[in-house]
């Protein structure tokens, strides 16, 4: 597959809503034949054998969500976007079907942590 097929994504890798601790994962997909899957399992292969991603291998990861697109409006929340839109759940469709484009920012977190922020969007220090 030549480069110019491949699309640009970034992946907020969160590991904790309240302290803000996320590293981003900078990845070329081919957005018409990668799916929803395909990319969790790539992200979690990453994330276990990147050494920059250490402190992130005891998160359990299973959900997407859309942060922002490029050229769209942006959250005023720093680790993740709020609203209820945006979730990844058919994991049989391709990134571009789930409406995902070049340079378009993830996150991927713990979904029972992020309902807990959720339901109380505190920071702490």
């Not at 490029?70 to 209820?84: P, R, S, V, W, Y």
């Amino acid at each position: 597959m030549s480069d110019s097929q491949l699309n640009i994504i970034t992946v907020r890798i969160i590991k904790n809503f309240e302290y803000r601790t996320c590293k981003n994962l900078i990845l070329k997909v081919d957005l018409a034949n990668t799916t929803i899957a395909e990319l969790k399992e790539l992200c979690k292969q990453k994330v276990m054998t990147e050494s920059g991603f250490k402190p992130y291998r005891t998160v359990e990861l299973d959900t997407l969500k859309i942060y922002t697109q490029a050229f769209g409006h942006k959250t005023q929340n720093l680790i993740i976007n709020l609203e209820d839109e945006g979730f990844l759940r058919d994991e049989q469709a391709t990134l571009e079907f789930a409406g995902i484009r070049n340079e378009t920012e993830l996150s991927f977190f713990n979904m029972a942590a992020y309902t807990a922020y959720a339901n109380d969007p505190k920071m702490a220090w």
